[in-house]
């Protein structure tokens, strides 16, 4: 065909994983796997894998409460420990995108909850991130304005592209970014810094 990215493919096989640099790992998806929360999602690409649970419409304390929409809560809670200043950034960007996917005036004075639960982190972690999330909105029945999917893409200082890189490849790339379509035709770029 005459459709072409622009973008250098390397020859197949040439990652550690034997993918080709355009190719993405394999996804899987688990619906439904918490019992507590309104909706849940078991999320993996390849090794990344993410547990998210998504609560609400509920009850808002008065502090938090917005009297035209929900209140939009996103937390990030890493493998081991307490969170830090990365998982601060992530949930301001990931509660970024949902901010605009989630019909928050459907349901004013009320909170929605997203917690996003790290199992393994081999690269693209915001991406499967996303993706969790957003289908965990889907299992609770929150009314959205559309459906976003996400993938990681990496730049090397020669400006080779990757696709879906894991952490070995983002620890030597230049720039990481996360592309997520929110419209038709609408393409947005979250730095993976």
């Given at each position: 065909?005459?459709?072409?990215?622009?973008?250098?493919?390397?020859e197949?096989?040439?990652?550690?994983?034997?993918?080709?640099?355009?190719?993405?790992?394999?996804?899987?998806?688990?619906v439904?796997?918490?019992?507590?929360?309104?909706?849940?999602?078991?999320?993996?690409?390849?090794?990344?894998?993410?547990?998210?649970?998504v609560?609400?419409?509920a009850?808002?304390?008065n502090?938090?409460?917005?009297?035209?929409?929900a209140?939009?809560?996103?937390?990030?809670?890493?493998?081991?420990?307490?969170?830090?200043?990365a998982e601060?950034?992530l949930?301001?960007?990931?509660?970024?995108?949902?901010?605009?996917?989630?019909?928050?005036?459907?349901?004013?004075?009320?909170?929605?909850?997203?917690?996003?639960?790290?199992?393994d982190n081999?690269?693209?972690?915001?991406?499967?991130?996303?993706?969790?999330?957003?289908?965990?909105?889907?299992?609770?029945?929150?009314?959205?304005?559309c459906v976003v999917?996400?993938?990681?893409?990496?730049?090397?200082p020669?400006?080779?592209?990757?696709?879906?890189?894991t952490?070995?490849?983002?620890?030597?790339?230049?720039?990481?970014?996360?592309?997520?379509?929110?419209?038709?035709?609408?393409?947005?770029?979250?730095?993976?810094v």
């Open positions: 065909s005459g459709c072409s990215s622009g973008v250098n493919k390397p197949m096989g040439t990652r550690k994983d034997g993918r080709s640099g355009n190719q993405i790992r394999p996804l899987g998806c688990e439904g796997v918490l019992e507590r929360a309104d909706g849940s999602v078991r999320f993996s690409q390849g090794n990344a894998c993410v547990l998210a649970s609560t609400g419409p009850d808002v304390s502090r938090d409460e917005l009297s035209d929409r209140t939009l809560e996103v937390v990030f809670k890493p493998k081991q420990g307490l969170g830090g200043i601060k950034s949930e301001q960007r990931l509660a970024s995108v949902l901010s605009q996917v989630v019909v928050l005036e459907a349901h004013p004075r009320t909170t929605i909850q997203c917690v996003i639960q790290e199992i081999d690269g693209a972690y915001l991406a499967c991130a996303v993706n969790g999330a957003c289908l965990a909105l889907m299992d609770a029945g929150v009314a959205m304005r999917s996400a993938t990681a893409l990496a730049v090397d020669d400006g080779e592209i990757t696709l879906d890189p952490a070995d490849e983002e620890a030597v790339r230049l720039l990481s970014f996360l592309p997520f379509g929110l419209r038709s035709f609408l393409l947005c770029c979250c730095p993976m």
